[in-house]
């Protein structure tokens, strides 16, 4: 497609399940996102894909938290045993490789996490 | 370490009027500033980048500047519309092949 997509739309997860997240970037995009954003905040980064580079994960907020990329095209991000305060939308977003001038930022619509 | 200040987290202002969000940072050497729009449930979309070398930027009713001397940029709508209402985020790109951290975003409400 032409834009990131996500999946799924929506998640219902019991807590203490593990769920996985999926996000498929714009063909040729090298670099990925993914972001947290907790109903009526701002966007908190979790982590960063750039090419074959180690990723950034400075933003995952615990070791239940995970997220691997395969080579340039499909990011799955892991939540082991979800809690209530993971309930959230993930964010998935990806761009050329940045460089000092900037790139724009493609983002998803979103995966709504619901721990219940 | 680094951080991103949005002016209020909401502003209400007549259609017709200009509207101005505030973007400030600390700690930080931006190349470039960028400022998204998200709508209720939707992911952010780009609106505009401002370089570190530009002084402003615009793009039809849409107005940027960029002060590094202050570490702040202002965002400017003019003639606003209901439509304009929106989360606006402001995110300062920092070195190349770094992640982009937005700041927690001003909610505008324009009434008719």
């Known amino acids: 497609g032409a834009g990131v997509s996500q999946s799924p739309s929506n998640k219902v997860t019991e807590k203490g399940k593990d769920v996985e997240l999926r996000c498929d970037p714009i063909?040729?995009?090298?670099?990925l996102y993914w972001y947290r954003q907790r109903l009526g905040q701002g966007l908190e980064f979790l982590i960063y894909f750039q090419g074959n580079s180690a990723p950034d994960k400075s933003g995952l907020p615990s070791d239940r938290f995970s997220a691997e990329r395969t080579g340039e095209s499909v990011s799955t991000l892991t939540i082991q045993r979800t809690q209530q305060e993971d309930s959230a939308v993930y964010l998935c977003a990806s761009s050329l490789a940045p460089g000092d001038s900037g790139n724009t930022i493609y983002f998803g619509e979103g995966s709504w996490l619901t721990v219940v | 370490s680094q951080k991103i200040e949005q002016n209020s987290e909401a502003l209400n202002i007549q259609e017709g009027k200009t509207a101005t969000l505030t973007c400030n940072y600390t700690?930080?050497?931006?190349?470039?500033l960028q400022w998204y729009r998200q709508d209720p449930g939707r992911g952010p979309v780009f609106l505009l980048l401002i370089r570190e070398n530009e002084k402003e930027k615009r793009k039809e009713r849409l107005k940027v500047t960029f002060d590094t001397t202050l570490k702040q940029s202002l965002f400017h709508i003019t003639a606003s519309q209901p439509a304009d209402s929106a989360t606006y985020l402001c995110a300062p790109g920092a070195q190349a092949g770094t992640a982009l951290i937005f700041g927690k975003g001003t909610t505008l409400s324009v009434s008719s």
């Open positions: 063909s040729g995009h090298t670099a």
């Open positions: 700690n930080y050497s931006p190349a470039y």
